[in-house]
């Protein structure tokens, strides 16, 4: 086993993504869409603005009577916001006006408040007003029937306004993916539990459900389970309700790495099983029973990192996105060695730069255990399978972790 070839990282997330279909549409109340992906169009449901509008507080008038000024028109009413003026506004006469209060027919446009003075009934316009000043038009913003968001799109604050105010109160989104998980491993009692003295606490279960939640997926915790083939295969079967298994750990090839052996004989046909990447080589893929399944590496840093890569693109995918991994560029702080076949994520720090890209220090210690880094990582330093030594100041391409 230990010749299978390591498969590049691209090709390995490009399988998972196409081994991974959209979730079915459900209808969402608006309040509650934030960050979901739209399955449909959300189209206007009325026109908006849906009348001429004030946009200023002013007197509407005639753009004809303010050519000469200054000007004395006679106040003969107002156009509060919800409100409007009754009648048809005459020659020589102006209403009281509020911003975003329908314009009075037989008025063109609005002299602001600032440029005018008023004596009881009467108004002293002070400066001229063109025609269509300081008016919003009915369907400035959008027009009855338009798509105003199409189908794909994942909704963000400014989103969820706007169909607020397209009077749209439920869209219709893709289902959260929901994502069972269980990490392995004799050694694990869950956090808030006593360890005996030979075990350590699973920082991978918490660690994953963040990451899950952050994606838009439901995380699904089955806890920890025994290093043992009916142990893991009945955890396993806890999943059946999800879109997705994620298994933590014993996924290598140590005596006590059961998960392949467990769950091949239990409806799983692996697709790939190695990765070429540092940390985590040891990756699976396959699909069991009528799920995707992910095997992730257990050290905890293997498994985030692995997770970032593979996982939260895929719940992308499971809700129709389109989310490649966005690389940004960074100067080297410190040089860094040559690498070798696997494509390495350095942890490091990025420090911004007024004038030039952002710095990026890789840490001394790149133990793939060590948490405490990986939390204080800024970003990834993303090396090439055999990249050259590179020197500092050379740029570089970095994942950010925040
Ligand atoms: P494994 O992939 O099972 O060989 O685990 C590799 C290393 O990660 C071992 O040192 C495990 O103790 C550790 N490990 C595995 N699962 C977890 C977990 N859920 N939380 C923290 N450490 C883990
Ligand atoms: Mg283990």
Redesign the pocket.
């Known amino acids: 086993m230990g010749d299978t070839p390591l498969m590049p990282v691209a090709e390995a997330r490009a399988r998972i993504l196409e081994a991974v279909k959209p979730m079915v549409p459900e209808r969402v109340p608006l309040a509650k869409s934030l960050g979901r992906v739209l399955a449909g169009n959300v189209v206007a449901q009325r026109t908006q603005p849906p009348s001429d509008l004030s946009a200023m507080d002013g007197y509407a008038v005639r753009a004809a009577d303010v050519t000469i000024v200054p000007a004395r028109l006679k106040l003969v009413g107002e156009s509060p916001a919800g409100g409007a003026y009754p009648r048809l506004l005459h020659e020589g006469e102006a209403v009281r006006i509020f911003t975003g209060a329908p314009l009075p027919q037989g008025s063109d446009t609005i002299v602001i408040q600032e440029n005018t003075e008023s004596y009881g009934d009467y108004v002293i316009v002070r400066e001229p007003a063109k025609a269509g000043a300081h008016i919003r038009r009915a369907g400035l913003d959008f027009r009855e029937g338009e798509v105003g968001l199409p189908a794909g799109r994942q909704l963000y604050a400014a989103d969820i306004a706007y169909a607020a105010a397209m009077n749209v109160p439920v869209v219709i989104a893709h289902r959260r993916p929901k994502i069972a998980y269980f990490?392995?491993?004799n050694?694990?009692v869950l956090p808030g539990t006593t360890p005996g003295p030979n075990q350590?606490?699973?920082?991978?279960?918490d660690g994953l459900a963040a990451l899950i939640e952050g994606a838009g997926g439901v995380p699904f915790d089955l806890g920890?389970i025994d290093?043992d083939v009916i142990a893991i295969q009945s955890a396993a079967r806890h999943a059946q309700d999800s879109d997705m298994l994620v298994t933590?750990?014993?996924?290598?090839v140590?005596d006590?790495?059961l998960v392949q052996k467990a769950l091949s004989a239990d409806g799983l046909t692996v697709d790939f099983w190695r990765v070429a990447m540092r940390p985590g080589k040891?990756l699976m893929f396959g699909r069991y029973r009528e799920m995707p399944m992910l095997g992730l590496?257990?050290?905890?840093v293997?498994?985030l990192v692995c997770a970032i890569l593979f996982l939260v693109p895929t719940i992308a995918a499971m809700q129709g996105l389109v989310a490649p991994i966005r690389m940004t560029q960074a100067k080297l702080g410190k040089a860094l060695g040559a690498n070798d076949q696997r494509e390495d994520y350095l942890r490091a720090t990025l420090t911004e730069r007024p004038d030039s890209l952002p710095v990026a220090e890789a840490f001394e210690r790149q133990d793939s255990?060590m948490l405490s880094a990986m939390s204080a990582a800024d970003c990834l330093i993303v090396r090439a399978p055999h990249a050259a030594a590179a020197a500092e100041g050379d740029v570089v391409s970095v994942l950010r972790l925040r």
Not at 200 to 205: G, P
Not at 248 to 252: T, Y
Request: charged share 10%; hydrophobic share 25%; proline share 10%.
């Open positions: 990490s392995t491993g050694e694990l350590i606490v699973s920082s991978n279960n920890v290093d933590l750990g014993g996924a290598s140590g006590h790495d040891p590496p257990g050290n905890p293997s498994a255990s």
